[in-house]
């Protein structure tokens, strides 16, 4: 079992729409990060957020520390947003719990 | 470009050969670590070195062997390799040890074995 499971695992989109992906995690947390990784590998941060809400652009990120759950929200998407999105959550062993992410495609 | 540079991009090495992976940020970050990245399965630490020093080997095979000249430089020596070795293999960086200032991560090697 992962600490971190996010959800959808794959998404395709058309370009314009509204798109939620979600974090659930089962451990104690002071932050979750999410970040972005484009085709080629990079991984960039995106969000570190440690309650309520951040938006930066067309991103918001969401997060509920009682329900232990987080949602990446992405508006007018764009094929650009083409990547995988992916939830990390530090463990008491002063590492992250990483998810195994979110794929997403977005069609023109 | 992040900040942290991963060379090369890319790699396809026999069962036999011995190459290195190499990566280095000029950030000023004191901590850094290197990953394995397989397809659907969550990022795997491989090691983690803070000043220089190796502080976690999260039961790594041999035939990985990693090595931190300088707080810039970190190396991944590989030999023998076996196929189920071919991933994404990420470097990446903090300003110290631990989460609470974010990684930053290398464009990472993309490795076959065959």
């Known amino acids: 079992k992962n600490e971190v499971e996010q959800s959808p695992q794959n998404l395709t989109a058309q370009e314009g729409e509204f798109i939620t992906i979600n974090c659930s995690y089962s451990v104690g947390i002071s932050a979750l990060h999410w970040l972005q990784q484009h085709p080629g590998g990079g991984i960039v941060s995106l969000f570190m957020?440690?309650?309520g809400k951040k938006k930066h652009g067309r991103l918001i990120a969401t997060i509920n520390i009682q329900e232990k759950h987080s949602s990446l929200h992405i508006t007018a998407s764009h094929p650009r947003d083409s990547a995988v999105y992916i939830c990390?959550?530090?463990?008491?062993?002063?590492?992250?719990?990483f998810g195994t992410g979110t794929s997403l495609t977005v069609i023109p | 470009e992040t900040g942290v540079t991963q060379t090369p991009r890319h790699l396809v090495m026999g069962m036999t050969n011995k190459k290195s992976l190499k990566c280095e940020q000029h950030?000023?970050?004191?901590?850094m670590y290197w990953y394995k990245q397989s397809a659907k399965k969550p990022l795997e630490l491989m090691f983690v070195?803070?000043?220089?020093?190796?502080?976690e080997n999260n039961s790594v095979p041999s035939r990985f062997s990693p090595e931190c000249p300088n707080s810039s430089h970190l190396f991944l020596h590989l030999h023998t390799l076996q196929p189920e070795d071919s991933a994404l293999y990420l470097c990446?960086?903090?300003?110290?040890?631990?989460?609470?200032?974010?990684?930053?991560f290398g464009s990472g090697t993309r490795l076959t074995v065959v």
């Open positions: 957020l440690s309650s």
């Open positions: 070195y803070s000043l220089e020093e190796r502080v």
């Open positions: 950030l000023g970050h004191n901590a």
């Open positions: 990390a959550v530090p463990n008491t062993g002063n590492q992250f719990y």
């Open positions: 990446a960086s903090s300003q110290d040890r631990g989460t609470t200032y974010g990684y930053t």
